[in-house]
């Protein structure tokens, strides 16, 4: 107990440098924290892809397409439950800074594969029966305030032109963690303009998204599918939603690797200036320590007495920055949606923080704690100031 | 009268172990400061390079980049009877039809694919890229599946390699060359011939057409007669602005990323820069109390901390930036989100990075200085002089 309140009232005597030391902390924590959950959104689309879908596009790249007849042969492969297709419209709503995705898709099927984005039954069948109905995410709505009825006009990128859409419904996430930023409208739509204008585009699906009965048949599934149209002047590649996702992911990976370590090195630095604030501190109370060994205190006893002033200031900086990161998320949240559809706090990023705190505290203190624990009663009182 | 400089050169000297520290805390700000610096400039070079000055590249309206664009065969024609196309040796137009397309191609190192441009080029293509020179093996015969590589993709990816074999189109494709590009995005794409890649590809039109101009200074009426044609549905712009516009998305990202980590470290280290000076200031107190009763006024006190705390961002400055020059030999890859293909650059470091990252390791220790130099020069004599 007496050992407990020495070393708090030892960690506040030097206020200033305690609380600079405190906010260097705390700030790295914050720091810290935010970018794991940055690379964490990274991921946001692998974690969220189901086990049980596929999705088939051109071997040769995304850019090319798929002929609508797949369809039907795709259907009649074993272990195809359902099958949805669509294109990746990749519009812009007013200005190119508005990014938000947007896909052309055949409805019916599409929300029954996907049960994560719900939709009142009287918003879905307006979705489904209108060929120019189209739906947005809940966020997505909220930022530019569109309401059911709405008419949205994007410009084409791909497929040129100025395309009307009229708002036919607002989906929800099922989960927290669904995006709901996204823009999705009737294939049909696409596909008649196509053939009025660009006769040789029409008829064509960018991607399939099949779902099979069992997870276990994910691989055999994509296999058969491959090998129905090997051979064939457009050549499919299956492979399932998550590593679909992650083949973008993993294409911007320098990217993230790097985020990665420079979440790492704010660490390092803070560690650098909490160890230095620990080396004065221990210089400064070396006469203390030798007249406490004088006393009889073992070097364990002035061991803990460093190490757990480190520690205290280390997790006082290390609770403030975890305290600070919920606000400062949910300001990105807001500030920056269009970049981050959802951006929260993960539990594990919180343990993360706290144990980072930790580390930081034991490796600051691992030299001074040495020191005081091996001083040498006579030269520690031999020293002045 | 001040005190002398090597006076705050050796206290930093006398108290090692936390000038060490300290301004090691600082070398890593620098070091990521001027990291992200030269990223953004090594992609702003190898994209902004790619393109020059006097060539135009016409692409389908609203289209972002040539990977979407579609251009008939018709329009092409029509381009291409533009006067203001510059003529080459032997009448030939200097334009070139071409096509864009992206494939999927295995990593070597990881096998993980990624998208890579492939561009089906005229015979003026070459020409109206100076900066691509052919380093190895030869260069493709008009109407054979044969293909050229550049440098970074005959480097990083299965097959593209002098000898070896790409197969995309149902047919396989020899390289018969690599060429190099400088650090240009071209480095990162491999070409063949546009006819035998369209028939290839099932594509009956071409991405783009490229030309250069007559005279440079004839764009602007260049663009705005096709653009008002209405035979014509393309937009017009020059070559560098082309580029500029691809790699906007990407440098913006990086540019933000990089000032917010900037700014988040420099308040870790400024806060050790002001530790380290405030615990000099009280250790030396009898020292400062002495040497104003020798007659320094506050002025030489307050310079002699600051010099101090400057040494040592400078100290920080230079550690940083000799770790942060090795940079150079690292070349990232990633994927430009505007063209959705694998581009690779590295870090370059310009003077103008070196002079700014030494200019913030200063600031960073004139800031950490400043309020620890006024304590020491606002102290009152005697009391210093009796404090043990």
Same mark, same amino acid.
């Given at each position: ?385 | ?27 890593? $700000? %620098?070091? /990521? #400061?001027? !990291? ?11 994209? =902004? *390079? ?124 020899? $390289? %018969?060359? /690599? #060429?190099? !590009? ?11 011939? =546009? *006819? ?193």
């Amino acid at each position: 107990m007496f050992i407990l309140k020495l070393i708090i009232r030892n960690a506040f005597r030097h206020k200033l440098r305690s609380f600079l030391t405190v906010l260097g902390v705390a700030i790295a924590i914050l720091a810290f924290g935010l970018l794991r959950t940055l690379v964490g959104l990274w991921y946001l689309g692998v974690e969220q892809s189901s086990a049980t879908r596929l999705v088939t596009r051109n071997a040769i790249s995304l850019v090319f397409s798929l002929p609508i007849s797949y369809k039907d042969r795709i259907r009649q492969i074993p272990g195809v439950k359902q099958i949805s297709y669509g294109n990746w419209f990749g519009g812009i709503y007013i200005d190119e800074k508005n990014f938000f995705p947007n896909f052309a898709v055949e409805p019916r099927s599409y929300l029954e594969l996907y049960p994560e984005f719900v939709l009142s039954p009287g918003e879905r069948d307006a979705f489904i029966h209108d060929r120019r109905g189209a739906v947005a995410g809940r966020k997505l709505a909220a930022k530019y305030r569109w309401k059911v009825g709405d008419m949205i006009t994007l410009k084409g990128t791909i497929f040129p032109g100025e395309w009307e859409f009229v708002l036919r419904g607002i989906y929800r996430g099922a989960q927290k963690s669904t995006d709901e930023t996204q823009f999705f409208f009737n294939w049909e739509y696409l596909n008649e303009t196509m053939k009025r204008t660009v006769p040789r585009r029409a008829d064509q699906a960018g991607f399939y998204m099949i779902g099979v009965t069992k997870p276990e048949l994910a691989a055999e599934v994509s296999q058969a599918v491959d090998s129905t149209f090997r051979n064939s002047l457009a050549e499919t590649l299956t492979e399932t939603e998550k590593a679909f996702q992650l083949s973008f992911v993993s294409m911007t990976e320098a990217i993230m690797i790097a985020i990665k370590i420079v979440s790492y090195v704010v660490i390092v630095i803070i560690m650098v200036v909490a160890a230095n604030t620990m080396a004065m501190t221990a210089r400064e109370r070396i006469a203390e320590y030798a007249t406490l060994k004088a006393l009889g205190f073992g070097a364990g006893h002035i061991a803990g007495i460093v190490f757990g002033e480190s520690i205290v200031i280390a997790m006082i900086g290390g609770g403030v920055g975890v305290l600070l990161t919920f606000p400062a998320a949910h300001w990105i949240e807001t500030e920056l949606s269009q970049f981050f559809p959802v951006f929260s706090v993960s539990p594990l990023t919180v343990y993360l923080d706290l144990l980072a705190a930790l580390v930081i505290g034991v490796v600051a203190s691992i030299f001074p704690t040495w020191r005081g624990a091996t001083i040498r009663i006579a030269d520690g009182l031999r020293r002045i100031g | 009268m001040g005190i002398p400089y090597y006076y705050s050169f050796r206290n930093l000297w006398t108290r090692r172990l936390t000038t060490i520290l300290t301004a090691s805390g600082m070398a890593l $700000v %620098v070091f /990521v #400061f001027a !990291a992200t610096l030269m990223l953004a400039e090594g992609l702003r070079k190898t994209l =902004v *390079d790619t393109g020059s000055y006097d060539n135009v590249v016409v692409i389908r309206k609203s289209a972002t980049s040539e990977v979407q664009s579609g251009v008939e065969r018709q329009q092409a024609s029509v381009i291409e009877s533009q006067p203001e196309v510059a003529m080459g040796a032997a009448g030939r137009l200097l334009l070139a039809k071409e096509l864009v397309v992206l494939i999927n191609l295995p990593k070597r190192e990881t096998g993980k694919p990624a998208n890579v441009i492939i561009r089906g080029i005229g015979p003026a293509s070459m020409w109206l890229r100076p900066q691509v020179r052919l380093v190895e093996g030869r260069m493709p015969r008009q109407g054979s599946a044969e293909v050229i590589a550049g440098a970074s993709i005959a480097k990083r990816f299965k097959g593209g390699g002098l000898g070896e074999t790409l197969r995309f189109g149902m047919r396989d494709w020899t $390289v %018969v060359g /690599v #060429f190099d !590009a400088g650090s240009t995005g071209f480095s990162s794409e491999i070409w063949g011939d =546009v *006819d035998q890649l369209m028939q290839a590809f099932r594509r009956p039109v071409y991405s783009s057409v490229l030309f250069k101009l007559r005279d440079p200074g004839e764009f602007g009426r260049f663009k705005q007669r096709i653009e008002n044609d209405p035979r014509l549905t393309v937009e017009a712009k020059r070559e560098t602005r082309y580029y500029l516009d691809q790699s906007e998305a990407m440098s913006k990202f990086l540019t933000i990323l990089g000032i917010a980590l900037t700014i988040i470290f420099s308040l870790g280290a400024i806060i050790g820069a002001m530790i380290t000076m405030f615990a000099a200031v009280a250790n030396r107190i009898v020292e400062i109390g002495t040497l104003r009763a020798l007659g320094f006024g506050q002025g030489s006190i307050l310079v002699a901390f600051i010099i101090e705390s400057l040494f040592l961002g400078l100290l920080g400055g230079l550690v940083g930036l000799f770790f942060a020059s090795f940079m150079q030999l690292v070349t990232i890859s990633t994927m430009n989100w505007q063209s959705f293909a694998e581009l690779a650059f590295s870090f370059t470091l310009t003077f103008e990075i070196a002079w700014k990252s030494l200019l913030f390791s200063l600031v960073m220790g004139f800031v950490g200085g400043v309020l620890p130099a006024f304590q020491a020069a606002r102290m009152n004599i005697v009391d210093a002089l009796r404090s043990t």
